[in-house]
């Protein structure tokens, strides 16, 4: 995604960032990036979920696959640009077979400790 983020705003001067609404991302970051929510809240390690619970960690990566595979879905309906789509749908894909791989994990680990 900011491989995306860069490639789209790379050259777009410092005005037409304030009128498309980055005003503030750019007066703190230039075109550099910086990861945050759609809110601007800043990413952290606090998002990433343990607990040493094979069963309970391996939900958690689930149902993180699912989220990204939502907010991928939710970044193409909003985008009308084929080269932004294309690599939006295979990371998209992506997160789909990391969810069959931590499903199939899943059942191993609930097999072993039945």
Do not use: W
């Not at 050259?11 to 037409?16: D, E, R, S």
């Not at 990861?35 to 689930?62: C, H, M, R, W």
């Amino acid at each position: 995604m900011g491989t995306i983020v860069h490639q789209l705003t790379k050259g777009v001067p410092a005005k037409i960032m304030e009128a498309e609404g980055l005003g503030d991302y750019y007066a703190d970051h230039d075109h550099a990036i910086y990861p945050v929510s759609a809110a601007g809240n800043p990413f952290t390690a606090a998002y990433i979920q343990s607990k040493g619970d094979p069963i309970a960690d391996l939900v958690e990566d689930l149902a993180a696959e699912q989220k990204a595979r939502a907010t991928y879905e939710n970044l193409i309906n909003m985008c009308d640009d084929p080269d932004v789509i294309d690599p939006l749908r295979f990371l998209r894909e992506r997160e789909v077979v990391h969810f069959q791989r931590f499903g199939e994990a899943l059942d191993i680990v609930q097999r072993k400790l039945a």
